[in-house]
């Protein structure tokens, strides 16, 4: 990874976690922001939307059972992509209460860049001791002493905690959750060598301080990241990763939920194992 690599703080990270921090222009709280008026055009979309999926629903409701379709051998299959759940349990084991011991194949490195991925844009990584165990566990031995470093170094630069406020310890004011959540949408593996493989995990992240009075607002983003991983004593390991914007879908027009209701989903929803 290279230093020019930028944590974006709407829950992205490059390759050495610095930040480009962006605070909102006002101090007002932007949970209670009022809707958006409705725009027509997308609206008349999302209804057409919703009818041709309702009669296509009602049309595979209504196919029968007996016809000719889909009565070759392979009928029961799905189709193979790269999202496809294989049923294969992803691992059995974990190590920092990270998830370790994947499969030595394209499905286990695609379910480890998946938990490793969530791992490095957790919340948990702006506390040191949190951080060095994250990256202990899911960095190759060869290369995590120079990403402890370098990830060191970015997350205790000058300000940079106070910007987001958090205290030196990374933690939240009182009454605010910090939020720092990845959740992904899908993985494709771009390369595999047996012992090495490149994994492209596209996902949404959640990134900032619910809470009332908070002036860094809990928002979405979304990215594509891209592990290079390699097989090490038994499980997959990062070696490298880079990071893109999106595809970032089109918004809807909801309201914002309010500062109690974001916190309270916050802690009361965990989160899971991935798996291919």
């Known amino acids: 990874m290279s230093l020019g690599d930028e944590r974006d703080t709407s829950g992205g990270y490059g390759g050495t976690g610095q930040t480009r921090t962006r605070l909102p222009d006002t101090d007002t709280d932007p949970y209670g922001t009022p809707r958006r008026p409705p725009r027509s055009s997308r609206s008349l979309v999302t209804v057409v ?4 999926l309702l009669i296509a629903a009602i049309a595979f409701a209504n196919r029968g059972d007996g016809g000719s379709e ?33 499969s030595q194949d394209e499905q286990g490195a695609q379910s480890a860049a998946t938990n490793y991925g969530i791992a490095l844009g957790s919340a948990d990584m702006y506390n040191t001791k949190k951080r060095h165990a994250i990256i202990n566990t899911v960095y190759a031995p060869d290369v995590a002493a120079t990403q402890l470093s370098a990830f060191d170094q970015a997350y205790s630069r000058q300000g940079f ?20 959540r990845v959740i992904p949408v899908g993985t494709k593996v771009t390369s595999f060598g047996g012992s090495t493989a490149t994994v492209a995990l596209w996902y949404t992240s959640l990134f900032g301080l619910s809470g009332e009075g908070s002036t860094n607002p809990v928002t979405e983003s979304w990215y594509t990241t891209t592990y290079q991983l390699k097989w090490v004593a038994g499980d997959w390991k990062v070696t490298d990763f880079t990071q893109e914007d999106g595809p970032v879908p089109v918004g809807r027009d909801q309201r914002a939920s309010t500062a109690e209701d974001m916190t309270k989903a916050v802690e009361e929803y965990g989160g899971f194992t991935y798996a291919r």
């Open 70 to 102: 889909g009565s070759g051998p392979d009928s029961d299959k799905a189709e193979s992509s790269a999202t496809a759940p294989s049923g294969k349990r992803p691992v059995g084991s974990k190590t920092s209460d990270i998830p370790t011991g994947y």
């Open 49 to 52: 939307g919703v009818v041709v």
């Open 161 to 180: 905690l106070e910007k987001l406020g958090l205290d030196k310890n990374g933690v939240a004011p009182s009454g605010q959750t910090f939020v720092s």
